[in-house]
């Protein structure tokens, strides 16, 4: 018997007290049989979209009535997504039903769904309808599409890569004849919004089974990130890298936490490698400069898929900042807090570490190193000193006061904070007022 939060209960029971069958369906079951806790709640009902508007009154909103769905606000502030029965129709856009036809049928509405363990029902009594054999899927950890799976996919394409971000999530194989169609259906995928395709590769990079989908369906992320074939096979012939260019890459990227910005970055920091790459006369690989190319892959990518401007800086400067080498002193700490900032600079390190345990096993003493970095990062951050102008004793004021001007203001500033930061000069305001008296009017 499977509980469902009180909240959506009294729904379910609202509309079968009104004549109507309701239950509870999509990822939230899933995830209650999985033994996962549940995200949003989602119902489908045999009630017309107006019935459940009047039903609820002040409670329901119309969000989606071409559709067949009204959200339902909970005393918890919560909505729940009431959908009516339905079949659909075409999919010309490749994304969402023309038309819709709303039925009695429960297995009908199943049938329309993606993935057999998306197809599974839960009443408010916690009895299941699972008319496509969802939870035998479930327990053998299989994602099957529901019905003929070409059909499916040539529907609503973004469920392409749904189908490799519940991989990526839940650890699951795709069933052969679900895998071989998604295969067959990626060129549709350049029908679809960017945006859409952006939070989808989004999803399966934070996964926790990334590792196993970015090897086994890099051609599948091909038809959005074509940026990536070249890498795939490309060996690097040299002895720090025991994995072809895209099983490094894939292997970084699930090593670093499941943070976006982390992720991209390990998964475009070496697309630029194949075009930098030489033999030498011993036969070992070198890629000499091949963070620019990476860069300028990245860019493309990040402009392509329409990401907001700070991930894309971010992403960009891990990217162009990863193979850099970072001293370990104190000087060097402070003015790479300095130049990135302290969150960023952590960052920075995350991609180093992970970029270093994707090498071959013997060439990762490197991790030492950055342990030790990271400890100096912390000693340096805790006795609070100056990393930035903001921080600095002295503003722009202080130096247009003493006679400066334009540009000749932050060549100043720029040249204090140097001082501080090498310990050269202490901050202190009037001691700095001073140096820029006696040497920088």
């Not at 971000?165 to 699951?172: E, H, T």
């Not at 690097?236 to 670093?256: G, L, M, N, P």
């Not at 969150?343 to 991790?367: F, G, I, S, T, W």
């Not at 720029?414 to 901050?427: A, F, R, S, Y």
Request: hydrophobic share 40%.
């Amino acid at each position: 018997m499977y509980r469902l939060p009180e909240a959506v209960r009294e729904i379910l029971e609202k509309l079968e007290s009104a004549g109507y069958e309701a239950w509870c369906v999509g990822g939230a079951v899933r995830d209650l049989l999985l033994g996962r806790e549940p995200g949003d709640w989602d119902a489908a009902s045999s009630a017309p979209p107006e019935a459940v508007l009047d039903l609820f009154g002040a409670d329901a909103l119309p969000t989606g009535l071409r559709h067949g769905t009204v959200t339902v606000k909970t005393a918890g502030g919560r909505g729940v997504e009431v959908t009516t029965f339905r079949c659909d129709g075409t999919y010309s856009d490749r994304r969402r039903p023309d038309r819709v036809t709303f039925t009695s049928s429960l297995e009908e509405d199943l049938a329309r769904r993606d993935f057999t363990v998306n197809a599974i029902a839960l009443s408010r009594r916690g009895e299941l309808a699972d008319p496509f054999g969802g939870r035998a899927d479930l327990a053998g950890r299989v994602l099957r599409a529901v019905g003929e799976p070409e059909r499916r996919f040539g529907e609503d394409a973004l469920r392409i890569l749904r189908g490799l971000r519940f991989a990526s999530r839940l650890g699951f194989a795709l069933e052969t004849g679900t895998a071989a169609a998604l295969r067959r259906c990626a060129p549709l995928l350049g029908e679809i919004a960017p945006e859409r395709v952006r939070e989808e590769l989004t999803g399966i990079l934070c996964g926790e089974h990334v590792l196993e989908v970015l090897l086994a369906y890099p051609d599948v992320l091909g038809a959005v990130l074509p940026e990536i074939l070249p890498c795939v096979g490309f060996d690097q012939h040299s002895v720090y890298h025991c994995y072809d260019v895209w099983e490094h890459t894939a292997r970084a990227a699930a090593a670093v936490p499941p943070v976006p910005v982390l992720r991209w970055a390990m998964l475009l920091h070496d697309l630029g490698k194949p075009d930098a790459f030489f033999l030498d006369a011993e036969g070992r690989g070198h890629f000499h400069g091949h963070w620019r190319k990476s860069v300028e892959h990245s860019r493309a990518i990040l402009d392509r898929l329409r990401f907001d401007n700070h991930s894309r800086q971010t992403i960009l400067t891990l990217v162009e900042r990863h193979d850099c080498e970072l001293p370990l002193s104190e000087k060097s700490v402070r003015r790479n807090l300095a130049r990135y900032g302290e969150e960023a600079l952590r960052l920075l390190l995350e991609v180093k570490r992970a970029d270093n345990l994707a090498q071959a096993e013997q060439y990762r003493d490197r991790q030492v190193l950055i342990r030790q970095w990271e400890e100096l990062l912390a000693m340096v951050l805790a006795e609070g000193g100056c990393f930035s102008l903001r921080q600095l004793a002295v503003r722009g004021g202080d130096m247009t006061g003493l006679g400066l001007r334009g540009p000749a203001v932050g060549r100043a500033l720029e040249e204090l904070l140097d001082l501080v930061m090498d310990e050269k000069l202490p901050n202190d305001r009037a001691i700095l007022l001073d140096y820029t008296k006696e040497k920088l009017l």
